[in-house]
Protein backbone atom coordinates (compact mmCIF):
# COMPACT_ATOMS: atom_id res chain seq x y z
CA UNK A 1 0.00 0.00 0.00
CA UNK A 2 1.47 3.32 -0.91
CA UNK A 3 -0.94 5.23 0.82
CA UNK A 4 -3.72 5.20 3.04
CA UNK A 5 -5.86 6.89 0.37
CA UNK A 6 -9.64 6.14 0.00
CA UNK A 7 -9.16 3.89 -3.37
CA UNK A 8 -7.28 0.94 -4.71
CA UNK A 9 -4.42 1.74 -7.06
CA UNK A 10 -4.53 -0.69 -10.14
CA UNK A 11 -0.92 1.35 -11.34
CA UNK A 12 2.11 1.73 -10.60
CA UNK A 13 3.93 4.26 -12.59
CA UNK A 14 7.58 3.80 -14.61
CA UNK A 15 9.78 6.74 -14.52
CA UNK A 16 12.35 6.18 -17.01
CA UNK A 17 14.80 8.71 -18.76
CA UNK A 18 17.26 8.78 -21.90
CA UNK A 19 20.19 10.76 -22.65
CA UNK A 20 19.78 13.20 -25.64
CA UNK A 21 16.64 13.22 -27.61
CA UNK A 22 13.99 10.38 -26.48
CA UNK A 23 13.48 7.77 -29.38
CA UNK A 24 10.10 5.98 -29.19
CA UNK A 25 10.21 2.40 -31.24
CA UNK A 26 6.79 1.21 -29.65
CA UNK A 27 3.19 1.84 -31.73
CA UNK A 28 0.74 4.49 -31.00
CA UNK A 29 -2.08 2.14 -29.98
CA UNK A 30 -1.23 1.45 -26.47
CA UNK A 31 -2.54 2.74 -23.13
CA UNK A 32 -1.10 3.92 -19.98
CA UNK A 33 -2.58 0.67 -18.70
CA UNK A 34 -1.44 -2.22 -19.01
CA UNK A 35 -2.90 -5.88 -18.02
CA UNK A 36 -0.53 -8.10 -17.14
CA UNK A 37 -0.94 -11.64 -15.64
CA UNK A 38 0.88 -12.54 -12.99
CA UNK A 39 0.50 -16.27 -12.75
CA UNK A 40 3.14 -18.83 -14.19
CA UNK A 41 5.88 -16.05 -14.32
CA UNK A 42 8.22 -17.67 -11.60
CA UNK A 43 8.17 -20.90 -9.61
CA UNK A 44 8.05 -18.98 -6.74
CA UNK A 45 8.50 -14.86 -5.76
CA UNK A 46 11.06 -14.41 -3.70
CA UNK A 47 11.35 -10.23 -3.77
CA UNK A 48 8.57 -8.09 -1.92
CA UNK A 49 8.42 -6.16 -5.14
CA UNK A 50 8.53 -8.93 -7.73
CA UNK A 51 7.42 -7.78 -11.30
CA UNK A 52 6.41 -10.10 -14.06
CA UNK A 53 9.35 -9.35 -16.93
CA UNK A 54 6.51 -8.49 -19.41
CA UNK A 55 5.84 -5.03 -17.02
CA UNK A 56 9.67 -4.20 -17.79
CA UNK A 57 9.98 -5.59 -21.22
CA UNK A 58 7.00 -3.53 -23.12
CA UNK A 59 8.97 -0.21 -21.98
CA UNK A 60 12.29 -1.32 -22.74
CA UNK A 61 10.87 -2.29 -26.34
CA UNK A 62 9.21 0.64 -26.47
CA UNK A 63 12.19 2.95 -25.82
CA UNK A 64 15.60 1.02 -27.09
CA UNK A 65 17.01 -0.80 -29.57
CA UNK A 66 18.40 -3.97 -30.36
CA UNK A 67 22.13 -4.02 -28.62
CA UNK A 68 21.35 -1.03 -26.95
CA UNK A 69 22.13 -1.08 -23.08
CA UNK A 70 19.80 -0.59 -20.01
CA UNK A 71 20.50 0.72 -17.00
CA UNK A 72 18.75 -0.68 -13.56
CA UNK A 73 20.00 0.91 -10.63
CA UNK A 74 17.95 -1.11 -8.22
CA UNK A 75 17.93 -4.72 -9.94
CA UNK A 76 15.76 -6.59 -7.25
CA UNK A 77 14.96 -9.91 -8.27
CA UNK A 78 15.95 -9.10 -12.09
CA UNK A 79 12.82 -8.74 -13.44
CA UNK A 80 14.66 -5.89 -16.19
CA UNK A 81 17.73 -8.17 -16.50
CA UNK A 82 15.59 -10.89 -17.69
CA UNK A 83 13.56 -8.73 -19.79
CA UNK A 84 16.90 -7.26 -21.66
CA UNK A 85 18.39 -10.24 -22.24
CA UNK A 86 14.81 -11.26 -23.73
CA UNK A 87 14.67 -8.77 -25.76
CA UNK A 88 18.25 -8.52 -27.03
CA UNK A 89 19.63 -5.51 -24.61
CA UNK A 90 22.54 -5.69 -22.22
CA UNK A 91 21.42 -4.65 -18.71
CA UNK A 92 23.78 -2.63 -16.39
CA UNK A 93 22.17 -3.83 -13.22
CA UNK A 94 23.10 -2.53 -9.19
CA UNK A 95 21.67 -3.99 -6.03
CA UNK A 96 23.54 -3.67 -2.72
CA UNK A 97 21.30 -6.27 -0.95
CA UNK A 98 23.94 -9.94 -1.76
CA UNK A 99 21.01 -12.40 -1.18
CA UNK A 100 19.04 -9.83 -4.00
CA UNK A 101 21.90 -10.51 -5.85
CA UNK A 102 21.94 -13.88 -5.74
CA UNK A 103 18.03 -13.99 -6.69
CA UNK A 104 18.47 -12.22 -9.45
CA UNK A 105 20.84 -13.94 -10.86
CA UNK A 106 19.24 -17.51 -10.30
CA UNK A 107 16.42 -16.13 -11.90
CA UNK A 108 18.09 -15.33 -14.86
CA UNK A 109 20.24 -18.34 -14.91
CA UNK A 110 16.84 -20.21 -15.22
CA UNK A 111 15.56 -18.21 -17.89
CA UNK A 112 18.49 -18.38 -19.74
CA UNK A 113 20.10 -21.97 -19.00
CA UNK A 114 23.30 -20.28 -18.97
CA UNK A 115 25.82 -20.04 -15.87
CA UNK A 116 26.58 -16.79 -14.48
CA UNK A 117 29.89 -16.08 -13.66
CA UNK A 118 32.09 -13.56 -11.78
CA UNK A 119 34.30 -11.33 -14.39
CA UNK A 120 37.63 -11.20 -13.34
CA UNK A 121 37.77 -14.96 -11.70
CA UNK A 122 35.20 -16.64 -13.43
CA UNK A 123 33.78 -18.53 -10.62
CA UNK A 124 30.26 -19.46 -11.14
CA UNK A 125 27.31 -18.27 -9.10
CA UNK A 126 27.28 -21.47 -6.75
CA UNK A 127 30.88 -20.83 -5.43
CA UNK A 128 31.02 -17.52 -5.15
CA UNK A 129 27.76 -17.86 -2.80
CA UNK A 130 28.58 -20.49 -0.82
CA UNK A 131 31.93 -18.54 -0.58
CA UNK A 132 30.37 -16.10 1.03
CA UNK A 133 28.20 -18.03 3.13
CA UNK A 134 31.48 -19.82 4.94
CA UNK A 135 32.51 -15.96 5.47
CA UNK A 136 29.05 -15.50 7.59
CA UNK A 137 29.05 -18.46 9.68
Given amino acids: ML?????????????????????WSGDRKQSTLW???NRDQDATTVHGTQKPVE???????????????????FAGSGTTLIAAE??????????LDPAYVDVCLMRWEAFTGQQAV???????????????????A
Wanted: charged share 25%; hydrophobic share 30%.
Fill in 35 to 37: TIP
Fill in 86 to 95: STKRSCLAME
Fill in 55 to 73: CMRRPILNNSSPGQAIYEP
Fill in 118 to 136: LEGDGRSLAEVSAERREVA
Fill in 3 to 23: SRGHFHWQHEPAWYCVRGKAH
